[in-house]
Structure formats: C-alpha cells, structure tokens
C-alpha cells in the first residue's frame, strides 16, 4: 500500500542518509564496475553536499529505507543541448559548478532493492524528484536513463533500441516506459555516458572470464560489450543512456 509510505530526503537525519547508502550499495553491487568511470570520485562528495536532493522512501510499516533517488544542482549555460557524456558529465559539472547559482538538476540514479520491485516505487521515487526539483523553482530534472534491457540487445544501436514499442504501443524498455509513465520526455541520447578505461585485468576480476584474444565481450549488467585490447593490455567500457526531460 502507497499510503505506508513515508518520502524523505537525506537532510532529514543522518540515521536516514546512512541506510539509503548502505541500501544502495547493495542494489548496484552486480555493477560495481560502473563506479570506477573518472567523475565517480566527486559522487559521494556531492551526496553529502546536497542532502536535500536525496530522496529516501521509507516503509512506515517496517521502519526502514526501500527506495531512493539521486539528483545534484548544477550551472550548463545551454540545458537544451546536453551533452553525450551523460551521467559522467553531470557529476563533473555538478563539482565544477557548486559555487554557482543551479539552474538544472540532474537525477543520477533510483534504486529499488529486488525484494520490493513491482511496488510501484520507482514511479513514486520518478515522481518525487520532480515534485522536489518543481519546489526548487528548476523545472523538470533531466535525466541520463539505462535502458536496462539493452543488455540483451548489444547488437543495437541505442537511437533504435530506444524507441522500440511493443504491439499495446509502449515502449519496450521497461525502465525507458517507467520514464514515459511517469510523465518524462525523451530529449535526445548520450552515446558515452559512463566511460571506464582499466586493464585487462580489472575486467577479468570482474567478469569472471579469462580473455585470451583482443575483442568485444559482454558483462552482466553492462548495457555495451567491453572491448579488450591485449596489445594495449586495457579495457574500455562506454556505455549508452538516454536522456529524459
């Protein structure tokens, strides 16, 4: 039930901040790889920063923290043409910008452990950052979105994955169709949103797999394939969002 739900931010209380945190290290730990991309180290600065862009939604009934959203302030002097490195650049531009007046926000993530998916708490979480950013008098907060199932199409190119819709006329993408419920406008595409440059090794430890040749692999979660190069003995990871208004 929605009514035994209590919305939040972390500015509420500490006790609040530290189990949003510890939830969602949980949720992303499968895509911890995703924390090593150059902007990750200005991350928890920033959620420290600005505690009341965080949003925690807390179960009454059971007193503790099963969802939370992500957003940072900043200052882009052109908010109608961002840029393709997404969620990289919106963390880079957040810490650039803290002395400056925001005129943007920015949702980072939303995260909702398995145990309580099929709640219907993203869409509350989605609807939360607007309703806070809409109070900030900063519009609509964009956002660099995963399209989560785009792991299973690597082959696709994202301007196309993204506006696949299924035969009742919805998007495929039920995290894209999550956005579009919820009231979010595609804007356009961020082909290098999260891009993670390490040795082979690092992807080795964190795949599983040995790689002997030079060449395009899958990893679990990864919404692109990491290319190997053994001659350079590095990996690269870039990763495709979609940005949403």
Same mark, same amino acid.
């Given at each position: 039930?929605?009514?035994?739900?209590?919305?939040?931010?972390?500015?509420?209380?500490?006790?609040? !901040?530290?189990?949003?945190?510890?939830?969602?290290?949980?949720?992303?730990?499968?895509?911890?790889?995703?924390?090593?991309?150059?902007?990750? #180290?200005? =991350?928890?600065?920033?959620?420290?920063?600005?505690?009341? %862009?965080?949003?925690?939604?807390?179960? $009454?009934?059971?007193?503790?923290?099963? +969802?939370?959203?992500?957003?940072?302030?900043?200052?882009?002097?052109?908010?109608?043409?961002?840029?393709? $490195?997404?969620?990289?650049?919106?963390?880079?531009?957040? +810490?650039?910008?803290?002395?400056?007046?925001?005129?943007?926000?920015?949702?980072?993530?939303?995260?909702?452990?398995?145990?309580?998916?099929?709640?219907?708490?993203? $869409?509350?979480?989605?609807?939360?950052?607007?309703?806070?950013?809409?109070?900030?008098?900063? @519009?609509?907060?964009?956002?660099? #979105?995963?399209?989560?199932?785009?792991?299973?199409?690597?082959?696709?190119?994202? !301007?196309?994955?993204?506006? /696949?819709?299924?035969?009742?006329?919805?998007? =495929?993408?039920?995290?894209? $169709?999550?956005?579009?419920? !919820?009231?979010?406008?595609?804007?356009?595409?961020?082909?290098?949103?999260?891009?993670?440059?390490?040795? #082979?090794?690092?992807?080795?430890?964190?795949? @599983?797999? /040995? %790689?002997?040749?030079?060449?395009?692999?899958?990893?679990?979660?990864?919404? +692109?394939?990491?290319?190997?190069?053994?001659?350079?003995?590095? @990996?690269? %990871? #870039?990763?495709?969002?979609?940005? %949403?208004?």
């Amino acid at each position: 039930m929605m009514d035994n739900l209590l919305i939040t931010t972390f500015a509420e209380s500490g006790k609040v !901040a530290n189990a949003a945190d510890e939830m969602e290290k949980a949720v992303w730990s499968r895509m911890g790889f995703l924390n090593f991309s150059d902007p990750f #180290v200005h =991350y928890f600065d920033l959620m420290e920063r600005y505690p009341e %862009y965080q949003i925690a939604v807390i179960d $009454r009934d059971r007193d503790y923290v099963v +969802a939370t959203g992500n957003l940072v302030p900043m200052f882009y002097d052109d908010p109608s043409n961002l840029p393709e $490195r997404g969620w990289d650049w919106a963390l880079q531009c957040a +810490a650039e910008t803290t002395s400056c007046a925001p005129n943007m926000v920015v949702g980072l993530s939303v995260s909702v452990p398995d145990a309580h998916r099929n709640r219907g708490l993203a $869409r509350v979480v989605l609807g939360a950052m607007r309703n806070l950013v809409e109070s900030k008098g900063l @519009g609509k907060p964009f956002l660099p #979105v995963r399209p989560t199932m785009l792991e299973q199409h690597l082959d696709m190119d994202i !301007a196309d994955y993204a506006i /696949l819709r299924r035969e009742d006329g919805r998007l =495929y993408d039920p995290w894209l $169709r999550s956005h579009e419920r !919820a009231g979010g406008r595609m804007v356009s595409f961020c082909r290098k949103s999260m891009v993670i440059e390490k040795p #082979v090794g690092f992807w080795e430890a964190w795949s @599983g797999q /040995l %790689y002997e040749r030079s060449g395009n692999y899958p990893i679990a979660g990864g919404l +692109a394939p990491v290319a190997i190069d053994l001659e350079r003995g590095m @990996g690269s %990871y #870039v990763e495709p969002n979609v940005w %949403y208004n």
